[in-house]
């Protein structure tokens, strides 16, 4: 491998590559067949995934890559959004399982969801999936028709971008909600490829960019939005990042791209939407051939194996996001645990903000 030794102190560059082991325990100890079966035994007429910032991330992946294969309907639905507009949300007319995803379990907007179900909606089942055991989301779910899933502990990011925490909820939800994912197979297969890959992300980390473009289809579209959130926070900034879908880009958003830029196509396996895919690496290449283009997926630069579904492949997409943008944050000279040390402006978790008490 040749990533940069000196790196390796980095907790966030540990807990990143952690995630291959992770995966291959986390498939052997995760109960998700009594989870599935808690599920069918609970009343709700949707399913809701709730998160802020990242862990809403995961949400609008899952509904994205299980689009028109599950009943109920499935909705991604950000605690910043309930929170501030609860009662828009919560009310007698439907009935949602709540599944809240949370690293820390103890930002403000999860202490303000947790507040506004217990006012709004008491009866709402909830799946609290967190990587804390000391969070509000393990230990305020004490209820009859809620349940917890508390992550192993090698998940709990210390540093400030998530990396095992995102990856392993995402795939914990998966394995719960994705009834073609054997999850025992899944998850090995899923380490083996990361490992496989890790020197291939290493070598493209070597020249950093002034702006990256990431895009992708259907569930890797939020890929794409995760994987340049890691850009920017863990170059503080510095490295402005965007992300679209495959074919969005063309409208408009294309006009970021400049000489410096870099543009990661996450390609697909589903059949409609791989064509598009290579229509736009084709397109890319004529247009900007002095730019920086790499395609990852099935048959790109970057090989991965076409999965069932493209779902399965985020993990691998987000992974290849977190590896350069960790070696572009000690480039630039930053704390790549807490890439914002001395700002005051953002922290490992939001606690600054004033939640509101539920209007009556």
Known sequence: MTAHTDILPWATWRET????????????????????????????????????????????????????????PLRAVPTTDIVA????????????LVV?????????????????????????????????PKGALALRG????????????????????????FSTMLLTAVGIFDDGAVLEELL?????????????FCDLAHARPERIVYVGSGPLAFAAREAALKTL????????????????????????????????????????????????????REQFPNNPIVSLGPSGDIDTPSYQRDLWTVPLAVGLAQVVSIHWSHQ?????????AGQGTLSRVVSNVRIHEVAQ
């Open 142 to 165: 004490n209820h009859a028709n809620h349940r917890l899933v508390l992550l192993p502990q090698e998940t709990h990011d210390s540093g400030f971008a998530m990396t095992a925490s």
């Open 85 to 96: 507009r609860p009662r828009d949300y919560l009310s007698d007319r439907k009935t949602p």
């Open 100 to 132: 809240n995803f949370g690293r820390s379990g103890n930002s403000a907007e999860t202490l303000g969801i947790l507040d506004a179900l217990d006012k709004l909606a008491p009866n709402a089942p909830q799946l609290n999936i967190t990587c804390n």
């Open 17 to 72: 590559l952690s995630q291959p082991d992770i995966w291959r325990q986390w498939a052997t100890e995760c109960p998700f067949q009594e989870l599935r079966n808690w599920i069918t035994k609970q009343r709700f007429d949707e399913i809701w995934f709730c998160g802020a910032g990242t862990s809403a991330f995961i949400g609008d992946i899952l509904v994205a890559g299980l689009e028109g294969r599950a009943t109920p």
């Open 332 to 340: 630039l000279g930053l704390n790549v645990d807490d890439p914002f």
């Open 188 to 200: 090995p297969s899923l380490a083996q490829e990361f490992d496989r890959l890790l020197p291939t």
């Open 233 to 284: 926070e863990l170059s503080a900034g510095q490295i402005p990042a965007l992300w679209d879908s495959t074919l969005g880009f063309r409208h408009g958003p294309k006009s970021f791209v400049q000489p410096d830029t870099q543009i990661i196509v996450f390609l697909g396996s589903h059949p409609q939407a791989k064509l598009y895919d290579a229509d736009l690496v084709e397109e890319l």
